[in-house]
């Protein structure tokens, strides 16, 4: 079963624009990874925030994180064209050591 | 380093014939995950191994669904028989720390695309 539902669905930027995808889950987690998938390179591990954190950066990356609200954002600033892709958090933590369940995924578009 | 490499790209076969998928995972990676991600949907874990030995294979159909992974390097997933509902991507993946620690980063394969006719 999916743990995480992201939203929007799909979203359609132009370059320069900031993107911003949400996602919500619904039981208690160690950590929650977001993974950009685009037919060129697969699925790709963008960044990686613990339970006990509340934002990190990477790059043009931003990623926070509400455990009591169950849920995570994450920014992507000044967008280009290349960051064309499905965006997808993944929890993971509780005894399942490894494993990753996955959202259903935001479909980004980023006009040149 | 080379990543994850997965075989064939891609497969057509006809409902109940019997499909194999190959996948060598990064050297040195003592976890490798099978995923199936249905179009539209994020990646469902179907088998977890720790070197040769299986972590969590709860998700896997094993009326149907078969998997090995000898001498703890390659690993291949069978389908026997296919249905339409397996129609998919088949995504391999491999994490270096013995047991896939949960904050392991995963690397993925560019995956298999099965359509069941």
């Known amino acids: 079963s999916q743990q995480g539902e992201e939203d929007p669905q799909a979203l359609s930027i132009q370059e320069g624009e900031n993107a911003t995808m949400n996602c919500s889950y619904k039981t208690s987690i160690n950590n929650l990874q977001w993974y950009r998938q685009n037919s060129g390179r697969g699925l790709v591990h963008l960044i990686l925030i613990r339970s006990n954190e509340r934002e990190k950066h990477s790059g043009r990356l931003r990623v926070t994180l509400d455990t009591s609200k169950k849920s995570s954002s994450l920014l992507i600033t000044a967008s280009r064209a290349a960051d064309t892709a499905s965006y997808f958090c993944?929890?993971?933590?509780?005894?399942?050591?490894?494993?990753?369940?996955f959202g259903q995924g935001t479909i980004l578009t980023v006009h040149p | 380093e080379a990543g994850v490499a997965q075989s064939p790209r891609y497969k057509i076969i006809e409902k109940r014939q019997s499909v194999a998928f190959w996948c060598n995972p990064i050297?040195?990676?003592?976890?490798l995950y099978w995923y199936q991600q249905i179009l539209g949907q994020g990646p469902k874990l179907l088998i977890q191994f720790q070197n040769n030995g299986v972590v969590d294979d709860s998700q896997l159909p094993k009326d149907r669904f078969s998997a090995e992974r000898l001498k703890g390097v390659d690993s291949t997933l069978k389908i026997q028989p296919a249905k339409l509902e397996d129609s998919a991507v088949y995504l391999c993946?491999?994490?270096?720390?013995?047991?896939?620690?949960?904050?392991?980063?995963?690397?993925f394969g560019p995956g298999t695309r099965l359509t069941v006719l």
């Open positions: 050297s040195g990676h003592a976890t």
């Open positions: 993944a929890t993971g933590g509780g005894t399942s050591y490894g494993k990753l369940t």
């Open positions: 993946a491999s994490s270096r720390r013995r047991g896939g620690a949960p904050t392991d980063t995963q690397y």
